[in-house]
């Protein structure tokens, strides 16, 4: 019964958050992220920097999010000479956005535009919770499961 969220499970987390306006179909959401937002510490650093426009974090839909970052693997390295102990098979990969960034995988795919999906990210300067699509092979982003009952 677990599944990766539609837009409109986003939606409703949006609106759980405290948005008054009805939030659009795969646009910003305006002022939702510090209830979204972990107050949490990792070896003593808080995970989300305080920013005056975001505003205290509260977690009031205790969904957790904590900022982990993404990753971009780039493209498959082609007629590469491999050594088996180092893998080169895509080596523009990279890890980036930790203690800045969360990202997160929606189950909509982007219409007439093969291997796109659509994701749900916050940035910690920022309040809103925002809408991108990704290439699914070469955009890494979190996952949070929901269940249907």
Known sequence: ?????????????????????????????????????ANASFN???????WPQVGDITDKCGVSIISAGYAMLGRKAENVKEDENIDYSY????????????????ADVVADEEGMAYYRYIISDQSALLIAKGDMNSFGASVRCVRKK
């Open 1 to 37: 019964g677990w599944s990766l969220p539609t837009e409109e499970d986003w939606l409703a987390l949006a609106k759980a958050a405290g948005v008054s306006d009805e939030p659009e179909k795969y646009s910003d959401i305006e002022g939702v992220a510090a209830a979204l937002m």
């Open 91 to 106: 080596p523009q990969a990279s890890f980036t956005g930790y203690k800045k960034y969360a990202a997160f995988w929606t």
């Open 44 to 50: 003593g650093e808080r995970m989300w920097e305080y």
